[in-house]
C-alpha cells in the first residue's frame, strides 16, 4: 500500500475540486486504469506513465505504474518526463468502458438465469446455416470482452476446416458410409461457423486484428480467404462483410489479390473484398473502383488462359454494382421474397410465415433470407447472381439483419442432410480439377484416370462437369 498512500497525500498537489474527483474515482478503480493504460497503448518500455487530469502538458498528472498502482500527484507545472495520456483520451476510453458494462449486463439479462455466453458460442459454433438473429444479438454485445478469444475461435475452425478437408475429399462421388456422417456434420458445421465468426471478429473492437497484423501482415489480406474458399453463399457474404468493416486497414491486400490472383478463389476473394469495402466507404469508391481488374485479363496475367473464359464480364458485373447499389439492392429484396413463399409453402394456412405472393414479405426479412440461405455459388448461375445482388445489401448493413428472426428459421428449416456437405466436396473438387496454376500439369484424356484420385476415367470424374447445385 506504500505507493497508494503516497498518492494519496501527494493529492493535495492538486487545487481544483473536479480533477481530485476525477482522480479518486480513477484511483478506486484498479481495473479501469489498467484498461485505460491497455486501450491507449501506453508506451511498451514506459515502467510508469502519466495520467492528465487538466492540460496535457502543464497538469496536473496521477503518475501510475503499467499495473495500474498509483505512485504519486504532480501538481500543475511540475515537471516530469513519463509519457502522458491526456484526460479526454482518459474520459474517452471510460465512457466506452461504462457503455460496454451496460451492453453486458443487457446481453446478460437477455441471457435469463439459465442462459450463458458458454451456450451462446456453441450455438456459434453449432448451428450451421440455423443461426438465428436473436442468439448473434445475444453474443454481439461480449464481442469487445472477448475479442481475443473469438479470434482464437477462428483461426481454430479455419484450421479444422481445412483438416477435414484434406481427409473429406476422398469421399467425393463416393457412397456416404454411417461412420461419414459425423464428420461431414461437423464438416457442414465448420463452414457456416467460419462466417459467423468472421463477423464477430470484426463487428466492434478491431484492435486484436489489427494488432496480430502489425506482427504478421500476411494474415490481414487472408482473413476473409476461408469464408471465401468455402464456395458457399451465404459464408462468403459474411466474408465480404468482414471486408467492408476493415475498410481502408485491408484495402491494399484485397487490390493485391486481384493483381496476382492466379485461381478462381483468389480472384473472388479480391473481387468481393474490395467491392464490399467500396460499398461501405464512399470516400474508398474511386480508390476501388479504379482498382477493380478488368477482362479479359492481358496474356501475361499468371491466369489469363483460365480465368478469361471463367470470369468474362464478371469484374465489371462489380463496378456496374459499385455505381448503382441501391438498384442491385432492390433484385436482392426481390430474390429474397422469392424464396420466403417458397419456404413457407408447406405452412398450414394462416401461419405468420406462410406469404401467398413475393410482395407480401417484409423487405428486411427477405434481405435477411437472401443472404442467408446455403447455396453454392461455385459453376452455378443463379447463386453466383445471388452472391453479387446481395453485396451492396450486405456490405452496409448491420451484422445482425444478415440473419433471419428466429421464428421464421424454426418454422422454415429442414433438417441437415450429409449429402448437403456432400454438395459442397464435390463442387469444391470438381473446381480444383481445373483451378491451378499456370504451371500444373494440363487436363488428361477423357479415358485417363482422373487426376482426383477416385480410380474412375476423367471422362465420367471430374472431366463430368460440376454436379447439380445443392439445394436451396
Not at 498518492?7 to 484511483?27: C, D, G, T
Not at 476510453?93 to 451462446?120: F, H, S, W, Y
Not at 476446416?161 to 481427409?167: A, I, V
Not at 489489427?210 to 471465401?228: C, D, I, N, Q
Amino acid at each position: 500500500m506504500g505507493h497508494d498512500l503516497h498518492f494519496l497525500r501527494r493529492l493535495e498537489r492538486v487545487s481544483a475540486l473536479p480533477q481530485v474527483e476525477f482522480a479518486l474515482s480513477l484511483y478506486r478503480d484498479s481495473g479501469l486504469v489498467r484498461h485505460v493504460l491497455e486501450r491507449a497503448r501506453a508506451p511498451e518500455g514506459a515502467e510508469r506513465v502519466a495520467l492528465s487530469l487538466g492540460d496535457p502538458v502543464r497538469g496536473p498528472f496521477a503518475i501510475v505504474t503499467r499495473a495500474g498502482r498509483f505512485v504519486t500527484c504532480l501538481g500543475e507545472g511540475m515537471q516530469h518526463d513519463l509519457p502522458v495520456i491526456p484526460r479526454e483520451r482518459i474520459a474517452a476510453i471510460v465512457e466506452q468502458a461504462a457503455a460496454l458494462k451496460a451492453r453486458v449486463k443487457e446481453a446478460e439479462r437477455a441471457l435469463g438465469p439459465n442462459g450463458g455466453l458458454k451456450d451462446l458460442l456453441r450455438r456459434v459454433l453449432l448451428a450451421g446455416h440455423e443461426l438465428n438473429r436473436e442468439e448473434f444479438a445475444a453474443v454481439a454485445p461480449w464481442q469487445p470482452v472477448i475479442a481475443y478469444e473469438l479470434l482464437r475461435l477462428f483461426t481454430g475452425v479455419a484450421q479444422e476446416l481445412g483438416d477435414h478437408w484434406r481427409w473429406l475429399e476422398s469421399l467425393t462421388r463416393k457412397r456416404i458410409r454411417p461412420e461419414h456422417r459425423e464428420t461431414l456434420r461437423v464438416f457442414w458445421e465448420d463452414t457456416f461457423a467460419v462466417g459467423h465468426l468472421m463477423l464477430l471478429s470484426t463487428l466492434e473492437d478491431r484492435s486484436v486484428i489489427e494488432g496480430l497484423s502489425a506482427h504478421a501482415p500476411e494474415v490481414r489480406g487472408k482473413l476473409t480467404w476461408t469464408a471465401v474458399r468455402s464456395g458457399v453463399t451465404p459464408v462468403a457474404l459474411r466474408g465480404a462483410w468482414a471486408a467492408a468493416k476493415l475498410g481502408k486497414f485491408a484495402l491494399p491486400d484485397y487490390k493485391r489479390r486481384c493483381e496476382e490472383a492466379d485461381s478462381v478463389l483468389t480472384l473472388y476473394d479480391g473481387l468481393l473484398g474490395l467491392t464490399a469495402i467500396g460499398l461501405r466507404h464512399q470516400k474508398l469508391r474511386a480508390e476501388v473502383q479504379k482498382a477493380l481488374p478488368r477482362l479479359p485479363l492481358p496474356a501475361g496475367h499468371p491466369s489469363a488462359a483460365f480465368l478469361n473464359p471463367y470470369l468474362q464480364g464478371l469484374p465489371k458485373a462489380f463496378g456496374q454494382m459499385l455505381e448503382d447499389a441501391d438498384a442491385t439492392q432492390e433484385v436482392a429484396r426481390l430474390v429474397g421474397q422469392e424464396r420466403c413463399v417458397e419456404l413457407g409453402a408447406h405452412l398450414p394456412p394462416g401461419s405468420p410465415h406462410r406469404y401467398e405472393q413475393p410482395a407480401d414479405v417484409p423487405a428486411a426479412l427477405a434481405l435477411a433470407v437472401a443472404a442467408s440461405e446455403p447455396g453454392l455459388f461455385l459453376g452455378d448461375r443463379d447463386q453466383t447472381m445471388r452472391l453479387i445482388v446481395c453485396l451492396p445489401w450486405v456490405a452496409r448493413a448491420p451484422a445482425e439483419e444478415l440473419y433471419p428472426p428466429a421464428d421464421f428459421v424454426r418454422a422454415t428449416s429442414r433438417p441437415w442432410r450429409p449429402e448437403d456437405a456432400r454438395a459442397i466436396l464435390d463442387r469444391l473438387c470438381w473446381l480444383y480439377a481445373y483451378d491451378v496454376p499456370r504451371h500444373a500439369a494440363k487436363a488428361p484424356g477423357r479415358n485417363e484416370p482422373c487426376p482426383c484420385g477416385s480410380g474412375k476415367k476423367y471422362k465420367r470424374c471430374c472431366g463430368a462437369g460440376p454436379p447439380a447445385p445443392a439445394a436451396g
